[in-house]
């Protein structure tokens, strides 16, 4: 079977791609960055360049779209549409022209916005930042394409909450090491939960729906269980360091305020810093989100969500 990734030099491709060599899938991938870990299996093209789309993009089974600008300080703002949103359109014309109608889509829950009652696939979206919006119309821009073949098309739609996992250096990444090596501050009470993703489950995830051959259209959440909350976090890490955990606690007021100024000294500078008001936002919300619809078609992840914090906390302290 071939499979095309396209954006499949990052995180989540990178664990994707190992998965499909090992059950020897016939895969390419599409990136502006040559992959680390699969140079000879990718092709240099940029969703924004239709061009080198059409050059790259050959007859496939699967198409999986992961390509996207998803960073908190993305500057400026119109890269998230130009790569999420056009790069998409992009994507969708190219695949027309080729007559592929299988896509995977790794959109996200950012598109329900913050502190909803655990939304499931059904909930209204209501995203509150560029990067939930850009995913909600690039999702709105799918679905036009599905509808024009619903009898031969196949649209999945991945919505998975934050992902995690050694090698990532994303917010996850940042809390861990801070709890590790004794910089965390706890902003707010610690009681908001929050729904998290293992890597490795999300890319098995993927990889489940190509084996199963899922046809017609499908939206997934995408969370590993249980939800914990941040004070529940910190104790599973402190679980794998061996050691207690009683992180400075600070009002959110104050947390807030610090996230406000370090804005406006990051504009005036032209640095970026990493705590901001909307990192300090996220951290203190409850984000949880219903993933009962990917358990209901017969996944079942390879790890546990303590196996994934445990395994990447590890890998946290051996590159430190």
């Known amino acids: 079977m071939r499979v095309t990734i396209i954006g499949g030099s990052g995180f989540i491709g990178s664990n994707l791609m190992n998965k499909l060599e090992d059950g020897n899938y016939d895969f390419t991938n599409l990136d502006k960055a040559k992959s680390s870990f699969f140079p ?23 198409t999986v779209l992961l390509a996207a600008e998803h ?10 549409y130009d790569v999420n949103v056009a ?63 619903p009898r031969n098309r196949t649209l999945v739609i ?18 861990l090491k801070q709890i590790a090596f004794g910089k965390f501050m706890m902003i707010g009470s610690g009681k908001n939960k ?4 293992y890597v490795e489950n999300v890319s098995s995830f993927i990889k489940y729906c190509i084996d199963e051959q899922l046809s017609g259209y499908h939206v997934f959440n995408y969370a590993d269980k249980p939800d914990l909350s941040v004070n529940e976090l910190v104790t599973q890490a402190g679980i794998t360091l061996n050691k207690r955990i009683a992180p400075l606690r600070i009002p959110y007021a104050i947390g807030y305020s610090g996230g406000v100024f370090l804005d406006i000294v990051a504009k005036v500078l032209n640095k970026k810093f990493p705590i901001s ?6 951290f203190c919300a409850t984000t949880q989100f219903s993933a009962d619809k990917v358990k209901d078609i017969g996944f079942q992840p390879p790890y546990s969500l303590s196996e994934g914090l445990d395994a990447t906390v590890k890998n946290i302290v051996k590159e430190n």
């Open 40 to 62: 000879a299996q990718t092709v240099i093209a940029d969703v924004r360049e239709v061009q080198s789309l059409k050059s790259g993009l050959q007859p496939c089974d699967w």
């Open 71 to 80: 960073r908190d300080d993305v500057s400026p703002t119109s890269l998230y």
């Open 87 to 149: 790069g998409t359109r992009n994507v969708l014309n190219e695949l027309e022209e080729k007559n592929i109608n299988r896509i995977i889509f790794t959109s996200s829950v950012a598109v329900y916005g913050l502190n909803k009652e655990n939304p499931d696939e059904l909930f209204a979206a209501d995203p509150f930042n560029h990067y939930g919006k850009s995913k909600w119309e690039a999702e709105e821009v799918l679905r036009e394409w599905f509808n024009k073949d």
């Open 158 to 175: 991945i919505r998975p909450t934050v992902v995690f996992g050694p090698g990532n250096r994303g917010n996850v990444y940042n809390l």
């Open 194 to 197: 929050k729904s998290m993703a």
């Open 277 to 282: 008001a909307v990192r300090v936002k996220k």
